[in-house]
């Protein structure tokens, strides 16, 4: 057995509770644990998030460098443009940034706390035909 095992990615935010929300019903997950700072999610993939109360919580600036990327979260969708209108929907926000280089279509948003995530699309997995 794995003496350390993976644990879940979290958050630091203003409002744990509107951001587990927002990712809630961006992953379709459901709440796991909750306390006056700290709210859970795992979706139904067993993707698990934390959200932390820190009341000095300042986001990213990405794409600008002034306070950088610091982390960012990748999604895979199959359709971007379905990703970007429920994204937009739930309170996240396009960022402005170049298209990066390499095999995969990709869009950069933030949150409504500011954390810049991407989704990418995801390859085709059946054979090609002909």
Known sequence: MALVKAGLVVLDCAEPEKLAVFYKELLEAEETD???NR???RS???TRM???RDANATPPSWPRPENSLQAHL???VE???AAERRIVELGGRPLEAKAAPGPYEERGFADPAGHSFTVRRVAPTSPKQG
């Open 50 to 52: 934390a959200f932390r």
């Open 74 to 76: 990748d999604f895979m």
């Open 44 to 46: 139904a993939d067993g």
């Open 39 to 41: 709210v859970e999610i």
């Open 79 to 81: 359709d971007l443009d």
């Open 34 to 36: 909750a306390s006056a």
